[in-house]
């Protein structure tokens, strides 16, 4: 009898999660962002993989969610099951900005439309969770699409293979534009 090859279970992101990617936001080469959509049309906004923040052993300086002098979105307060009084955020609202260590600056935006109903705070006192899981606690935000709008909200985002394709052919390009 031969033994079977022990296969790891899926995690709970790869279990529950449909992946969607943003490539090149705002035309900036390579800083592509993810959007973990749950069947409850919940949305986690988290960078790619292929994001710069997470190449060549970068770190982060700071994070800050004030986004403009009157708007912070450390400020949004949600209630009810409706998550009423959050933040609405069209695709390319600025979520927060990123500076690493050295100097440069990324601008993290929403990638879909919704409420805010949440940013994670745990970044702004451990940014390191940002760089070692950014799928999971170091995530953004979260945010919960108009109902009428759950099934569109993907409309313009990449599956997990057009991304792979993507980042396949960047990789195949002379020079490296990443």
Not at 118 to 138: A, F, H, Y
Not at 150 to 175: H, I
Request: glycine share 6%; net charge positive.
């Amino acid at each position: 009898m031969e033994i079977s090859e022990h296969k790891e279970a899926p995690s709970v992101i790869d279990r529950y999660y449909t992946r969607w990617y943003r490539t090149d936001l705002k035309g900036k080469a390579c800083e592509d962002q993810c959007v973990l959509q749950h069947s409850n049309r919940i949305c986690v906004i988290t960078l790619a993989e292929t994001h710069p923040i997470l190449q060549n052993g970068r770190s982060i300086k700071s994070i800050n969610y004030q986004i403009s002098a009157g708007c912070s979105r450390l400020s949004n307060k949600v209630s009810g099951k409706s998550k009423r009084g959050g933040q609405f955020l069209t695709e390319y609202a600025p979520l927060c900005r990123i500076t690493c260590t050295d100097g440069v600056e990324y601008t993290i935006f929403s990638c879909i439309r919704g409420r805010l109903v949440e940013v994670n705070e745990d970044i702004l006192k451990r940014p390191d969770l940002l760089l070692q899981k950014p799928s999971t606690e170091g995530y953004i935000a979260v945010i919960l699409p108009k109902f009428e709008e759950s099934k569109s909200v993907t409309e313009g985002l990449l599956s997990r293979a057009q991304y792979e394709e993507v980042v396949s052919k960047r990789a195949n390009q002379q020079p490296e534009p990443c």
